[in-house]
């Protein structure tokens, strides 16, 4: 599942790098963004839609649509498809607009 090419994004695979996901522990590689690495390992919904709750994946990759909002590091709205992942990096599914703690 780990995308090798895209018609914009680079996707040069480095070291191996752990990071966790809803407290769980991934690998993904220096150089993925956070959205690759989670579909990499199996993820598929990356959050809901805030009006009807259904469920929003990895769509543009481009950071041009909201599907990929995320929690990363405790701040919400991070465009995980444009976000290069890093080692040690906590990435939570986000309820509606998030909220700075």
Known sequence: MRIKEHPI??????KEIHFRFSGKTMIG??????????HANGVKVLGE???KHRPRGFYCAIGN?????????????????VTKL???MSVEIQKGKGELK
């Open 9 to 14: 994004l680079n996707f040069n695979r480095g």
């Open 29 to 38: 590689y220096e150089g993925e963004t956070v959205a690759a690495a989670l």
């Open 49 to 51: 839609s805030i009006e």
């Open 65 to 81: 649509c909201s599907s990929c909002l995320m929690e990363v590091d405790g701040v919400p709205n991070v465009k995980t498809c």
């Open 86 to 88: 890093k080692e040690g």
